[in-house]
């Protein structure tokens, strides 16, 4: 059911495929900045039921052509085997070795049915699998605060521990900003023999009006001190992104102290964010 801990921490980054050229030129060079960190690998979102598949497949293939350590997201929901069995032939074709494996949210239009094979992460998990045996090293998606959709936060750890028993080998959590949360979440899981790394989200904080837009959209909590103080700032974006820095450098020390196996930077794009919190953290370079 479980995987033994790494024999080194991992630390990653997420990035979003561009819409236009001239937002893929602008990515390439905050790719250059942040490759210059050691990444352990960097990680492509895949949008609501494959909208963003053809740019995905196009970011993937250029980190690929750097020597990049490169982890697709997969989206399941809306999907049929046959489709997801040629991306997967796909990116073994490129060397890929590591996917995160998602259900996904269904693209706007579609009401409540899935239209596809898959309705949870964890059949993802099942037929990659089944498929391809273990020529993934599989991540999935972890909600210390519970995902928004589950109910309640048991129901949502029975879900995680499907996933797990499906054949994941790690996890990635969902941002948040109260470490108390993460550790609970993983003594949970524990409790339940799930003992895979739970690798922490890291979400600078550096738009609040963006900040608080996603984290309405996702579930993940801001804290009231947190919101607060952000709020206050108003137009001061200098003062909002210094004290945002603080938070969540303070954030990452917390966990890397208390044991967590890594942590994964979404970087919504910019390097210098994940620059900054990466160089004062002293994390190493990926080995």
Request: charged share 20%; glycine share 10%.
């Amino acid at each position: 059911m479980s995987s033994s801990p790494p024999a080194a921490p991992v630390y990653s980054l997420e990035l979003f495929p561009p819409k236009t050229p001239e937002g893929m030129d602008k990515l390439k060079q905050e790719i250059a900045a942040l490759n210059g960190l050691g990444p352990s690998y960097v990680s492509v979102t895949y949008g609501a039921g494959g909208s963003t598949r053809e740019r995905t497949f196009e970011t993937v293939a250029w980190l690929r052509q750097q020597g990049i350590e490169t982890a697709p997201h997969i989206a399941c929901v809306g999907s049929k085997r046959a489709e997801i069995r040629d991306i997967l032939t796909h990116y073994q074709t490129q060397g890929i070795r590591r996917l995160v494996a998602l259900r996904g949210d269904l693209p706007s239009g579609m009401g409540g049915g899935t239209g596809g094979d898959f309705r949870y992460a964890n059949e993802l998990v099942g037929f990659i699998r089944a498929e391809f045996g273990e020529t993934f090293v599989i991540e999935v998606a972890a909600y210390p605060e519970y995902h928004p959709q589950s109910g309640n936060p048991q129901r949502d750890l029975e879900n995680f521990k499907r996933k797990v028993e499906a054949g994941a080998n790690a996890a990635i959590t969902q941002y948040f900003y109260n470490p108390d949360a993460y550790f609970a979440f993983v003594a949970s899981c524990a409790r339940v023999g799930v003992t895979l790394p739970i690798v922490p989200g890291i979400m600078p904080i550096t738009n609040y009006t963006q900040l608080a837009r996603f984290s309405d959209a996702c579930g993940a909590e801001i804290p009231r001190w947190i919101r607060r103080r952000l709020e206050g700032y108003g137009d001061d974006v200098a003062s909002l992104r210094a004290f945002g820095h603080e938070v969540v450098l303070n954030l990452c020390r917390r966990l890397l102290d208390g044991g967590a196996p890594g942590l994964h930077f979404y970087t919504m794009n910019q390097s210098a964010p994940t620059r900054r919190l990466w160089q004062e953290l002293g994390l190493p370079a990926a080995i």
